[in-house]
């Protein structure tokens, strides 16, 4: 069974940086496109950046500018460095993925790390 774990939330005063970690794990697989998403509560949960297999990256107009979005393929891991942070960046941050396994490909959700910056 595949897995997504995210790691590197935390607290941060605004201004402040932040570098978000996704580990894949759960045998051999292979990744298509890639991104994290974060949610706010009473909020619907918003696409933050994607990169494909390729890595072609794009990113919410909110975010551009500020936030990076990169793999290792090799490591199965996905990064998102978060530079110059505001308070409106605070949610909970999920990354997100599609994985080909066996055959088949299906989208896996990581648990969510909370981002917390302060003004």
């Known amino acids: 069974q595949v897995q997504l774990v995210e790691s590197g939330g935390g607290l941060v005063q605004a201004g402040g940086s932040l570098r978000l970690s996704c580990a894949a794990s759960?045998?051999?697989?292979?990744?298509?496109?890639m991104g994290w998403y974060r949610q706010v509560p009473g909020k619907q949960r918003e696409l933050v950046a994607i990169?494909?297999?390729?890595?072609?990256?794009n990113y919410a107009d909110s975010v551009k500018g500020r936030f990076t979005i990169s793999s290792d393929n090799a490591a199965n891991t996905m990064y998102l460095q978060m530079n110059s942070l505001k308070p409106e960046d605070t949610a909970v941050y999920y990354c997100?993925?599609?994985?080909?396994?066996?055959?088949?490909?299906?989208?896996?959700w990581g648990q969510g790390t909370q981002v917390t910056v302060s003004s």
């Open positions: 990169i494909s297999r390729g890595g072609t990256a």
């Open positions: 997100n993925a599609w994985i080909r396994r066996l055959g088949l490909t299906r989208n896996y």
């Open positions: 759960g045998g051999t697989f292979s990744f298509n496109d």
